[in-house]
């Protein structure tokens, strides 16, 4: 019996070895993808924007602000010239294209040339990239104007067009500053210099159904009554009407009643500030009211201030313009072309990528290829945990799940069936994930172990915060229960920006100490990073949830130091400037809010550590006995060291068991209980329980079982 059970064990553990090596050997050291996802080269870095604001520049500041993305890991930058803006002021100015600004900006190019950075620069001074002096009107974008004659036939014409527009702005004769962001009624700003060549004479025969709007005398009314629309109907986009909104809300309107049905195939509208919200309606007789198209739909990045809606044709007496006044999210006007779902519907192409749906989740989600490897990129986007059920139009390969915040590549569980691979999803708030597939699966699904935590200990106050110099808060305070600082009394910690320390001794007891088990310091919500050291050891920093630290190397029974460094945004403080006097102020100036004056409701965000900050004990639990070579492998030794191992016994022929094996990188790890001087193994009766006395696990790639009665 002793015999037998030595060969299989020994066959357990040249079989498990064999499938270990050959799983490594299968990865493939050079796969270019996982290098450069580990070790991502500088084309994958990200770049940023490089603002001199005001002129304050300086060539020890221009070092020093270059050799920081270099340790940054920002790979390169684009200069950008501004007047506008605020930060540190110098005493000497370089203005924009002097001299003194041109040798400047060599000294740029020969620093990131040093640092190896990348270095992009705008054409001009601010965002006029496109104009400026040295733009001759010639050489500047230019606009398709047109003037128009209508001609009876038959007969001859012979005569002097029409001038078209020959003024500057935006489309046809809109005045410049006419456009986005000028207030009506404002004077216009002084004649520029201008360009107007001829382009082309254009005769066409005009349909017979095409009349004048003008000439059918349209009743106009607005939701306040019957007005003059002269404005409306001449043809000219530097008058307009005015609108007045509903007092008791509601949206406001005006409508174009026609004597008799108007066939319309389209609509064009003008707007000082750009395309309003709202809707384009038709009825048949001014009660019921059908949508013809909805305002203002895709316009890119910036609306324009003219713009045609088609819609199918249409017959009717009463056309309505319905303006809501309601605000847009960047995703409803930046967007083109129909959506994603009803394009791939009419195509009848599969969906890519589903979940199961929670309340209020949201997942985005992009594929792409590269080779044979499909790559998804997923994210939560929303404040709460995410656990989901996702769905990949993937069959035939199994699941890894990439981090782009450590590099790190683990196995994922799946499950391929009817053509989808569905992987289970974990998703802290805000995190994302790359799912990727690239090699063949060894089995239709995989289960991988979970792991449970519990929490050992929560550290209450009191806790000691120091603050900086010379930023408005006093050197220290003592908390006794965490809090945001905006929730402080005092205005110099409601309004501090910048990094304040907190420190707390933790007793650790030694029964927090276990093999195989991870000692979580979770430091709950954090506003904004947290930089955490243990007994003097710097950790790392943290910036995104869940704000969990590994201390279990760092940590020791008895007395521990912990230091947590907290930065905030540099909105609170500039916020409490904005409120403050003169007098009281921290900073230098607090700057302009892009968009507005700062003036208005002045509620900084919430700062700081605020918890609430917990030590917790992350072991994994139990997977499924496999069999390797037909001996029970265990994946569970987490309770391994002076705890009851959980059932180390597997029953044979009902009356023995042997212990359980673990496969590992270089060989077979087995529980071992010392009762000699050499490591000796028991086989007992179920359900006899057997305890580590030493707290030892033996690894050997050869071993031998020794039985005791």
């Keep these: 019996m002793i015999r037998i059970l030595k060969a299989i064990v020994s066959a357990a553990a040249l079989a498990s070895l064999s499938a270990i090596v050959g799983g490594t050997l299968a990865q493939g050291p050079g796969d270019a993808l996982e290098l450069g996802f580990k070790n991502p080269p500088d084309s994958a870095k990200p770049r940023t924007w490089w603002h001199w604001t005001g002129s304050n520049i300086t060539k020890e500041g221009i070092t020093k602000d270059l050799e920081w993305m270099k340790r940054a890991g920002i790979a390169g930058f684009q200069l950008a ?52 002096p040295w733009v001759k009107p010639e050489q500047a974008m230019k606009k398709l104007v047109w003037s128009e004659t209508a001609v009876e036939g038959p007969r001859s014409f012979i005569g002097k067009l029409p001038q078209p527009p020959s003024n500057n702005g935006p489309i046809r004769n809109l005045s ?33 159904e095409e009349v004048n709007l003008a000439d059918l005398h349209p009743k106009v009314t607005t939701n306040t009554g019957a007005i003059d629309a002269a404005a409306l109907l001449d043809d000219d986009l530097n008058t307009a009407v005015t609108i007045p909104a509903p007092e008791g809300g509601g949206p406001a309107w005006v409508q174009y009643e026609f004597a008799q049905p108007f066939r319309a195939r389209a609509v064009s509208i ?79 192409v599969p969906r890519d990528f589903e979940y199961s749906r929670a309340l209020d989740s949201e997942m985005s989600w992009i594929h792409r290829q590269a080779g044979d490897t499909d790559i998804f990129f997923v994210a939560n986007r929303t404040d709460r945990f995410q656990d989901t059920e996702a769905r990949f139009r993937v069959r035939g390969k199994a699941a890894e799940l990439w981090h782009p915040d450590t590099g790190a590549i683990e196995p994922a569980e799946y499950t391929i069936a009817d053509g989808r691979t ?57 908390l006794q229960k965490l809090e945001p600082w905006t929730a402080n009394q005092d205005d110099g910690v409601k309004y501090f ?165 673990r496969p590992v990188e270089h060989g077979i790890v087995i529980y071992a209980w010392h009762f000699s001087a050499r490591p000796q193994y028991v086989v007992a009766p179920v359900p006899q329980s057997l305890h580590c006395r030493t707290g030892k696990v033996f690894v050997s790639q050869y071993f031998h079982l020794i039985f005791t009665p």
């Design 422 to 478: 569905t992987v289970p999803l974990r998703l802290a708030e805000r995190e994302s994930v790359f799912v990727v597939f690239r090699r063949a699966p060894s089995s239709p699904s995989r289960r991988l172990p979970r792991t449970a935590g519990a929490i050992m200990a929560a550290l209450s106050g009191p806790w000691e915060v120091s603050f900086p110099p010379n930023l408005g808060a006093p050197a220290k305070i003592q």
């Design 176 to 208: 410049t500053g006419a456009g986005r962001g000028k207030p009506a009624g404002a004077p216009a700003p002084p004649p520029d210099p201008t360009y107007y060549g001829d382009s082309a004479v254009v005769a066409y025969r005009t349909p017979a």
């Design 81 to 132: 010239d501004v007047s506008m803006g605020s930060g540190q002021a110098v005493d000497t100015k370089i203005a924009f294209g002097t001299p003194e600004w041109l040798d400047a900006v060599r000294h740029v190019a020969s620093e990131a040339d040093r640092l190896g950075l990348e270095m992009a620069i705008f054409s001009s001074a601010g965002w006029s990239e496109t104009g400026g």
């Design 497 to 661: 920006s910048g990094t304040a320390t907190y420190t707390k001794s933790v007793e650790v007891p030694p029964t927090w100490f276990r093999p195989e088990a991870k000692i979580l310091l979770d430091l709950g919500m954090v506003k904004d990073l947290a930089e955490v050291s243990v007994n003097g050891k710097t950790l790392g920093t943290w910036w995104k949830p869940p704000y969990q630290v590994d201390v279990a190397g760092v940590l020791k029974p008895g007395a521990n130091q912990l230091e947590i460094k907290v930065t905030n945004e540099w909105t609170n403080r500039q916020m409490g400037d904005r409120l403050a006097p003169v007098e009281k102020r921290v900073l230098a100036t607090a700057g302009v809010m892009m968009g507005g004056s700062g003036r208005g409701p002045q509620t900084p965000p919430e700062s700081g550590l605020i918890g609430p900050v917990t030590v917790v004990s992350v072991e994994t639990a139990s997977a499924p006995a496999t069999m390797v070579a037909g001996i029970p492998v265990n994946y569970d030794e987490a309770r391994a060291g002076s705890y009851a191992l959980p059932n180390p016994l597997v029953l044979i022929n009902g009356k023995q068991a042997i212990l359980s094996l």
């Design 270 to 348: 003008a707007g000082r500030g750009g395309i309003p919200v709202g809707r384009v309606l038709a009825s048949d007789h001014g009660t019921s009211f059908q949508t013809l198209a909805v305002l203002p739909g895709p316009q890119g990045y910036r609306g324009g201030s003219v713009r045609t809606f088609a819609f199918p044709e249409t017959n009717a007496r009463f056309y309505r313009l319905e303006l809501s006044a309601a605000p847009l999210s960047p995703a409803a006007v930046m967007n083109g072309g129909l959506p994603l779902a009803e394009v791939l519907a009419s195509l009848r």
